[in-house]
């Protein structure tokens, strides 16, 4: 389990993570989602050791992050950024990731070059992105982590292969055990793998919900009033409201029964629900922190 409580850094006078707290379950793949600047990467790099927090705790297991060195050695860490020697091969990458992590597993490496069709003599910085993104995913899952840090993890793979990590990712995560943190603008894809969702913005963690539990306490209704209205009843709680013809698209934050049962008291035409993707979520979430769509006129 990975538990951060009240976690603070600032850099000078920019607080980056103002007591940011977030519980990822173990066994778990959990979506961090924020809009730029939010704060994600700084707290993945408190997560794997890179930063000391000014205030707060960072904990994996039950043990502090920081300077354990033990620790470390379970973790697996994919950053957008993935370090490598100017002057390596993958295979030297490899003898150097079989250095630091123990439980570095050979004989998965070689059955990994099946999936990963990349020249071992091959010197890493003349790979493209994708393909130095493959390596980096090849080395980690071959140290067999117990957590799996990923930030942008499947950028600059062709869809294919991105198809291919999240398998090989979830099949550890169902075989092992293994705990996911992913953070990630692919809302869309995050949809299809996680199964908890975080959603940080200014440094803070706005909410922390399971992705079922989320869906559940969030509904799209379309609704048709007897009467046309243009206006909608103000007693009604309305997180978002848009208008085409006659038919109001209302964004509601209780479960889709709930919001039925209150529209019914005004005998609508017409009253669907409809399912939000997580993308629809995150944006109806942050509406309400001033980043929704804006709206300019020249």
Same mark, same amino acid.
């Given at each position: 389990?990975?538990?951060?409580?009240?976690? !603070?850094?600032?850099?000078?006078?920019?607080?980056?993570?103002? /007591?940011? &707290?977030?519980?990822?379950?173990?066994?778990?793949?959990?979506?961090?989602?924020? %809009?730029?600047?939010?704060?994600?990467?700084?707290?993945?790099?408190?997560? &794997?050791?890179?930063?000391?927090?000014?205030?707060?705790?960072?904990?994996?297991?039950?043990?502090?992050?920081?300077?354990?060195?033990?620790?470390?050695?379970?973790?697996?860490?994919?950053?957008?950024?993935?370090?490598?020697? +100017?002057?390596?091969?993958?295979?030297?990458?490899?003898?150097?990731?079989?250095?630091?992590? +123990?439980?570095?597993? !050979?004989?998965?490496?070689?059955?990994?070059?099946?999936?990963?069709?990349?020249?071992?003599?091959?010197?890493?910085?003349?790979? &493209?992105?994708?393909?130095?993104?493959?390596?980096?995913?090849?080395?980690?899952?071959?140290?067999? %982590?117990?957590?799996?840090?990923?930030?942008?993890?499947?950028?600059?793979?062709? +869809?294919?292969?991105?198809?291919?990590?999240?398998?090989?990712?979830?099949?550890?995560?169902?075989?092992?055990?293994?705990?996911?943190?992913?953070?990630?603008?692919?809302?869309?894809?995050?949809?299809?793998?996680?199964?908890?969702?975080?959603?940080?913005?200014?440094?803070?963690?706005?909410?922390?919900? /399971?992705?079922?539990?989320?869906?559940?306490?969030?509904?799209?209704?379309?609704?048709?009033?007897?009467?046309?209205?243009?206006?909608?009843?103000?007693?009604?709680?309305?997180?978002?409201? &848009?208008?085409?013809?006659?038919?109001?698209?209302?964004?509601?934050?209780?479960?889709?029964?709930?919001?039925?049962?209150?529209?019914?008291?005004?005998? +609508?035409?017409?009253?669907?629900?409809?399912?939000?993707?997580?993308?629809?979520?995150?944006?109806?979430?942050?509406?309400?922190?001033?980043?929704?769509?804006?709206?300019?006129?020249?």
């Amino acid at each position: 389990m990975i538990e951060v409580r009240d976690l !603070t850094k600032r850099f000078g006078d920019f607080t980056a993570l103002d /007591s940011a &707290s977030l519980t990822v379950p173990g066994g778990s793949v959990y979506g961090l989602v924020g %809009p730029n600047g939010a704060g994600k990467s700084t707290l993945l790099r408190h997560l &794997s050791g890179v930063y000391r927090q000014d205030a707060g705790t960072v904990r994996i297991g039950g043990e502090d992050v920081w300077e354990n060195t033990a620790l470390k050695a379970r973790l697996g860490v994919v950053p957008d950024d993935w370090f490598y020697y +100017p002057q390596a091969s993958v295979h030297d990458m490899m003898l150097h990731y079989r250095s630091l992590y +123990p439980a570095f597993n !050979t004989e998965r490496y070689e059955k990994l070059k099946e999936v990963f069709t990349i020249g071992e003599k091959q010197p890493v910085r003349r790979l &493209s992105k994708g393909m130095q993104k493959q390596v980096a995913f090849w080395l980690t899952l071959s140290c067999m %982590p117990e957590v799996l840090l990923l930030d942008e993890p499947v950028d600059g793979l062709d +869809p294919v292969m991105r198809r291919q990590v999240w398998s090989l990712m979830l099949g550890d995560v169902e075989q092992r055990g293994m705990t996911v943190l992913v953070s990630s603008h692919n809302l869309r894809e995050l949809e299809d793998v996680c199964d908890h969702v975080g959603i940080l913005e200014r440094g803070r963690v706005l909410l922390e919900r /399971s992705l079922a539990e989320l869906q559940d306490n969030m509904v799209k209704l379309q609704v048709v009033f007897p009467d046309g209205a243009d206006q909608l009843p103000p007693e009604l709680p309305v997180l978002h409201a &848009s208008k085409l013809g006659r038919v109001h698209t209302l964004i509601m934050r209780m479960g889709a029964d709930e919001a039925q049962r209150r529209l019914a008291e005004y005998q +609508p035409l017409l009253c669907d629900a409809l399912p939000l993707t997580l993308e629809e979520i995150f944006i109806y979430e942050l509406e309400g922190e001033d980043y929704g769509v804006k709206n300019i006129v020249l």
